[in-house]
């Protein structure tokens, strides 16, 4: 009876090999937070779509200041960018038996944040329909630490603040401007 033996250094290589390895990880989902604007817009406002012109996807995503990019692999949005900040924006905007409310519809161009500057950066366009004016936005809010949930907390503040200069800009005295 032949029984193989293996050498011992294929033994010390697959001992070692499991120690190369991380330990698996469950990926993290995060959700924006947005609180409704405080200006009761005259005519309500729907975001219908917001195209995600980014290089973000799911992925929670970062740049380094070489400008490369760096996906997350162990957190990630529930939704890609132009769903979530839609669903964010129309949760801020739109009030209960809001009726015949204007259509908004963009682009985000940026949606990640600036390793170097620790700032998540939020920017893109929106039009509203019936203003016949595109509006360009850049937002940037400060990453307090290095977890995902601080980038969470971060781009919510960011798209917050995009719902209040749309309320502001477009309905908040009563007028579009």
């Known amino acids: ?6 050498p011992p ?5 697959l001992f070692l090999a499991g120690c190369v390895f991380e330990p698996y990880r469950e990926t993290a989902r995060f959700d924006l937070t947005v609180a409704p604007t405080e200006a009761a ?9 917001l195209r995600n012109d980014s290089s973000s996807g799911l992925r929670i995503q970062s740049r380094a200041a070489s400008g490369e990019v760096i996906g997350d692999p162990y957190n990630q949005w529930v939704l890609p960018p132009g769903e979530l900040v839609s669903r964010a924006l129309n949760l801020a905007l739109l009030r209960d038996g809001a009726q015949n ?19 998540f950066r939020f920017s893109g366009f929106y ?14 809010t400060p990453v307090t630490g290095d977890g995902a949930e601080q980038v969470a907390s971060a781009a919510s503040a960011a798209v917050a ?3 209040r200069r749309i309320a502001a ?4 005295d009563g007028k579009q401007q």
């Open 161 to 163: 603040e995009l719902a």
């Open 101 to 119: 409310p204007l259509p908004l519809s963009g682009s985000i161009e940026r949606f990640e944040v600036d390793r170097a500057e620790r700032l």
């Open 9 to 13: 250094s294929l033994c010390a290589l």
């Open 41 to 49: 817009p005259v005519r309500p406002v729907m975001v219908l779509e």
């Open 127 to 140: 039009a509203v329909a019936g203003t016949g004016k595109m509006r360009r936005f850049e937002i940037a």
């Open 169 to 172: 800009d477009h309905f908040g």
């Open 1 to 6: 009876m032949n029984k193989a033996v293996l």
